[in-house]
């Protein structure tokens, strides 16, 4: 962060940020694009997302981690937060859709798997498949912190 941002007041109270050790998505050939070498940065969809309100602090923290199911995650639940008003443990689970290379995606054992013949009907092909992307979000509020832990994953988020 900007020296002036931090100056500005603009951040929680802290002194730095929980990362996501992404080493393992180096390719462990040598000669692949995303080797691990000076200067190289993993093949990866983190997508950890903070969220600042007019006040300039964070109102929304949110990430997840499972593979090529992280964007549309926390794509759908900052949606879900931000358009429709809904709390964090709503947001986090929420039934997965998704689109990966031109094909799209319903979470098996879920209200969207039931979409499957309406967009049949339309024309796509989508496929319903088990979803284990276990996102995680922050809300701060006036009465104090919100937490959402995914109901795919192990943990909880109680917030204060």
Same mark, same amino acid.
């Given at each position: 962060?900007? &020296?002036?941002?931090?100056?500005?007041?603009?951040?929680?109270? %802290?002194?730095?940020? #929980?990362?996501?050790? %992404?080493?393992?998505?180096? /390719?462990?050939?040598?000669?692949?694009?995303?080797?691990?070498?000076?200067?190289?940065?993993? /093949? #990866?969809?983190?997508?950890?997302?903070?969220?600042?309100?007019?006040?300039?602090?964070?109102?929304?923290?949110?990430?997840?981690?499972?593979?090529?199911?992280?964007?549309?995650? *926390?794509?759908?639940?900052?949606?879900?937060? @931000?358009?429709?008003?809904?709390?964090?443990?709503?947001?986090?689970? @929420?039934?997965?859709?998704?689109?990966?290379?031109?094909?799209?995606?319903? $979470?098996? %054992?879920? &209200?969207?798997?039931? @979409?499957?013949?309406? @967009? =049949?009907?339309?024309?796509?092909?989508?496929?319903?498949?088990? *979803?284990?992307?276990?996102?995680?979000?922050? =809300?701060? #509020?006036?009465?104090?912190? $919100? %937490?959402?832990?995914?109901?795919?994953?192990?943990?909880?988020?109680?917030?204060?």
């Amino acid at each position: 962060m900007p &020296a002036a941002s931090a100056a500005a007041g603009c951040c929680w109270p %802290g002194t730095g940020f #929980t990362l996501n050790n %992404g080493l393992s998505n180096f /390719a462990s050939d040598p000669a692949a694009a995303n080797a691990m070498a000076p200067g190289k940065r993993p /093949a #990866t969809t983190m997508a950890p997302t903070i969220v600042f309100g007019a006040d300039r602090r964070p109102e929304i923290v949110a990430g997840a981690g499972g593979g090529a199911w992280i964007i549309d995650a *926390v794509a759908a639940g900052l949606a879900e937060m @931000l358009g429709r008003g809904a709390g964090p443990q709503a947001a986090v689970a @929420l039934p997965r859709t998704g689109a990966q290379n031109g094909a799209a995606f319903l $979470e098996a %054992g879920s &209200a969207a798997a039931a @979409l499957e013949a309406p @967009l =049949r009907a339309l024309g796509h092909a989508p496929r319903v498949v088990p *979803v284990d992307t276990g996102m995680q979000a922050l =809300r701060v #509020t006036a009465q104090g912190i $919100e %937490g959402g832990a995914d109901p795919r994953r192990d943990g909880i988020a109680p917030g204060d």
